[in-house]
């Protein structure tokens, strides 16, 4: 991965969590910033094609006790 360097304004609070973060856990600050800017860039992604998001019919509405209860017993299964 090539690096660019840049030069960004952020607060003056933030940076210094940044700092005490980065001392505590033995990682660069920089580690930090390149992180949370590849995770805004991910935030900024748009997909052009429609999502292939199966849809279910179970023959009529379902209830939040139908809900509760499935989740309930496979969370039983579980364990």
Same mark, same amino acid.
């Given at each position: 991965m #090539? /690096?660019?360097k840049t030069t960004v304004m952020v607060d003056e609070e933030d940076? #210094? /969590?940044i700092k005490e973060a980065a #001392?505590?856990?033995g990682r660069s600050e920089s580690e930090y910033f390149r992180e949370a800017?590849? /995770?805004a860039a991910l935030r900024t992604r748009r997909w052009g094609d429609?999502?292939?998001i199966?849809?279910?019919d179970f023959g009529g509405p379902v209830s939040a006790e139908?809900?509760?209860r499935a989740v309930s017993d496979g969370v039983a299964d579980t364990e």
């Open positions: #090539a /690096l660019k940076l #210094a /969590l #001392a505590r856990e800017f590849h /995770l429609d999502w292939d199966p849809s279910m139908e809900i509760d």
